[in-house]
């Protein structure tokens, strides 16, 4: 399987900003790659942000130019910078992990969801 350890939830003010991270760990899997979801209250989740085939990113329209993703392969973790937040972005935060087994090779795919962290803007 594959571990996600999220952080960096919490409560701010709108405008304000905060950085979430999640840490993948395994053993027995080889990751693809790891993005953001979120889900609001009553809503569906939805992709915020994730890596494209290369070195670009792609953004959900509603975060486009005020969040950020990145990475740092040393540590195996992923970032979702997030900036001049809304109370619209309220919600609670997941990482996804795209993997696959390294018994059974890259042709099947497997995902993987963190717990989530809850993000909370106030007004």
């Known amino acids: 399987q594959v571990q996600l350890v999220e952080s960096g939830g919490g409560l701010v003010q709108a405008g304000g900003s905060l950085r979430l991270s999640c840490a993948a760990s395994?053993?027995?899997?080889?990751?693809?790659?790891i993005d953001w979801y979120r889900q609001a209250p009553g809503k569906q989740r939805e992709l915020v942000a994730t890596f494209n085939s290369g070195n670009s990113t792609n953004y959900a329209d509603s975060v486009k130019g005020r969040f950020t993703i990145s990475r740092d392969n040393s540590k195996n973790t992923v970032y979702l910078q997030m900036n001049s937040l809304k109370p619209e972005d309220t919600a609670v935060y997941y990482c996804r992990a795209e993997a696959w087994r390294v018994t059974q090779g890259p042709r099947f795919t497997y995902q993987y969801w963190g717990q989530g962290t809850r993000v909370t803007v106030s007004s």
């Open positions: 395994t053993s027995t899997f080889s990751i693809n790659t």
